[in-house]
């Protein structure tokens, strides 16, 4: 996997879409949980944004691996952006399970089971994805910190 894009360090470049795919596969999740009727419609949507979040977040990890072994980075930089790393490896587990719950739920409304079962089934679904939007953010702030204000 190449650390750079046209000289732009890859890990900014692939959290970017990792912040815009999780949020977006979490309220889908969310939004098929409340509104059964859009599960027809938009379910397999929302499936396939958070296997492509699930895709992405190991890429993000691994490149933001790479970005700080090449900047050498040392003092408070470094304990932040530990910390930013050590919350980033957690987004993982709550995307995973994000995605399967959101394809238990699928199979479960494709099999006709009756909409208080599936309900059950998405709620959990539906705390996955708040899990994950907010480990997100969480992460990303600690970036962000790193980066913006990494002395503060």
């Known amino acids: 996997m190449p650390d750079t894009v046209v000289g732009i360090p890859l890990h900014p470049l692939v959290v970017h879409a990792v912040v815009v795919l999780v949020p977006l596969a979490a309220l889908g999740t969310v939004l098929i949980t409340l509104v059964p009727r859009w599960r027809s419609a938009y379910g397999w949507l929302v499936v396939a944004a958070s296997a492509v979040s699930l895709a992405l977040v190991p890429v993000a990890t691994r490149a933001g691996g790479n970005l700080e ?76 910190e790193a980066v913006w204000n990494p002395t503060g």
């Open 69 to 144: 072994d090449s900047l050498g980075l040392g003092g408070p930089v470094a304990a932040k952006v530990n910390e930013h790393q050590q919350m980033g490896e957690r987004v993982i587990w709550a995307v995973g399970a994000m995605l399967v719950l959101d394809l238990v739920v699928m199979m479960a409304h494709r099999s006709g089971r009756p909409s208080r079962q599936v309900s059950g089934i998405a709620a959990l679904a539906s705390v996955a994805a708040i899990t994950a939007l907010t480990l997100v953010v969480l992460t990303g702030h600690l970036g962000s």
